[in-house]
Nanobody, 128 residues
């Protein structure tokens, strides 16, 4: 299967930075990782899960408009780790952040319905 474990969340003041990590493992991931899309999603209380950033198997990236220019998604294939560098954080970025992975189903890659494998989440809290 595919196991995803996020880390790096925490509390930060507005304007600060955090880097989230997602360690991927499992026989299915090892076998198919070159065909996988990976993405970061977030969900605030009472809100729907929102796609934040995705990296396609082609290495192209996509971002939600709300984070463009502030967040950067990257992947270290040797370490089987996905990253999300978050700069210029705002209080509205406060949410539980989740890592997701699956075969790429479209060029969009930011729809939660495109992913079957999810991590447990890591909390990000930004204070004003």
């Amino acid at each position: 299967q595919v196991q995803l474990v996020e880390s790096g969340g925490g509390s930060v003041q507005a304007g600060g930075s955090l880097r989230l990590s997602c360690a991927a493992s499992g026989y299915r991931y090892t076998l198919w990782r070159d065909s996988y899309c990976m993405a970061w999603f977030r969900q605030a209380p009472g809100e729907e899960r929102e796609g934040v950033a995705a990296i396609h198997s082609s290495s192209s990236t996509k971002y939600a408009d709300s984070v463009k220019g502030r967040f950067t998604i990257s992947k270290d294939n040797a370490a089987n780790t996905l990253y999300l560098q978050m700069n210029s954080l705002k209080p509205e970025d406060t949410a539980m952040y989740y890592c997701a992975a699956d075969f790429c189903r479209s060029d969009y890659a930011l729809g939660h319905y495109e992913y079957n494998y999810w991590g447990q989440g890591t909390q990000v809290t930004v204070s004003s």
